[in-house]
T-cell receptor
Framework: AQSVTQLDSQVPVFEEAPVELRCNYS??????LFWYVQYPNQGLQLLLK??????LVKGINGFEAEFNKSQTSFHLRKPSVHISDTAEYFC???????????????FGKGTKLTVNP | KAGVTQTPRYLIKTRGQQVTLSCSPI?????VSWYQQTPGQGLQFLFE???????NKGNFPGRFSGRQFSNSRSEMNVSTLELGDSALYLC????????????????FGPGTRLTVT
């Protein structure tokens, strides 16, 4: 079974500083990778996804992620964060992709990003 | 287009009771997945339905069950509630079927927060 490891449970940063949230996955086959964000008392919102092609993926709100197959990593980055980016971020891998069938997502434990003024 | 809706948003039940949660997917989406979110275990996959058929099931006891109707709306049921069932239950919908319209994106509802006392 696939697993996802988010190396940092909490990341505090100052406003306008860059941030990187780390994610590693375990898989011996091709996978689809996702980053979701969850604001307090809300569901999850898709930030970006990697399906194939360019290893640098750009998402919403100025976030981007780089897929590194050799290191089985999919780290999320933003060059300058805002107070409004304070939220919990989840990395996920699709267990059924790309062979088809189930769309089950396996999530990491999450990283709480706190942006301080 | 309306998003994924879940009802009720909050629920308080007593141990031993049963509960039914409802999820209405985005119009046109045929796949519905359910996840349980707790502080200790994080996001865990419960089950997935596609065109009224259960396509995948997570590692949860038989007390957890679900179904999907012909209009793609889904319900999940938990019988004989235990204190450990207290969680945020998230529903996600997608077009369904890897390769069908190919967006591979799951859209999450706001969740139902279940408290078992």
């Amino acid at each position: 079974a696939q697993s996802v490891t988010q190396l940092d449970s909490q990341v505090p940063v100052f406003e306008e500083a860059p941030v990187e949230l780390r994610c590693n996955y375990s898989s011996s086959v091709s996978v689809y990778l996702f980053w979701y964000v969850q604001y307090p008392n809300q569901g999850l919102q898709l930030l970006l996804k990697y399906l194939s092609g360019s290893t640098l993926v750009k998402g919403i709100n100025g976030f981007e992620a780089e897929f590194n197959k050799s290191q089985t990593s999919f780290h999320l980055r933003k060059p300058s964060v805002h107070i409004s980016d304070t939220a919990e971020y989840f990395c996920a891998v699709s267990e059924g992709a790309p062979q088809g069938g189930s769309e089950k997502l396996v999530f990491g434990k999450g990283t709480k990003l706190t942006v301080n003024p | 287009k309306a998003g994924v809706t879940q009802t009720p948003r909050y629920l308080i039940k007593t141990r031993g009771q049963q509960v039914t949660l409802s999820c209405s997917p985005i119009s046109g989406h045929r796949s519905v997945s359910w996840y349980q979110q707790t502080p200790g275990q994080g996001l865990q996959f419960l089950f997935e339905y596609f065109s009224e058929t259960q396509r995948n099931k997570g590692n949860f006891p038989g007390r957890f069950s679900g179904r999907q109707f012909s209009n793609s709306r889904s319900e999940m049921n938990v019988s004989t509630l235990e204190l450990g069932d207290s969680a945020l239950y998230l529903c996600a919908s997608s077009l369904g079927g890897w390769g069908l319209a190919g967006t591979y994106e799951q859209y999450f509802g706001p969740g139902t927060r279940l408290t078992v006392t």
